[in-house]
């Protein structure tokens, strides 16, 4: 398992968390999530042998804020 922190902007409130959180839980591979709205950073823990970063990042910029 890979643990990364990812600064996401543009997240103020619970729907947000929701979306974020829902977005990443659906990959295959991911193991834990974790959003924390006061900073702005994602906690995400997945098996790097089923899924990129790249697409973590992606799936974050489909529900509509930035990955810095």
Known sequence: MKNIT??????SCGHCKAA???ALEEIEGVNSVDV???TGKVEVSYDE???EEA???DAIEEQGYDVA
């Open 6 to 11: 990812l600064n996401v902007e543009g997240m």
């Open 20 to 22: 974020v959180n829902g």
């Open 36 to 38: 924390n709205l006061d």
């Open 49 to 51: 042998a089923k899924v």
């Open 55 to 57: 697409k973590l990042k």
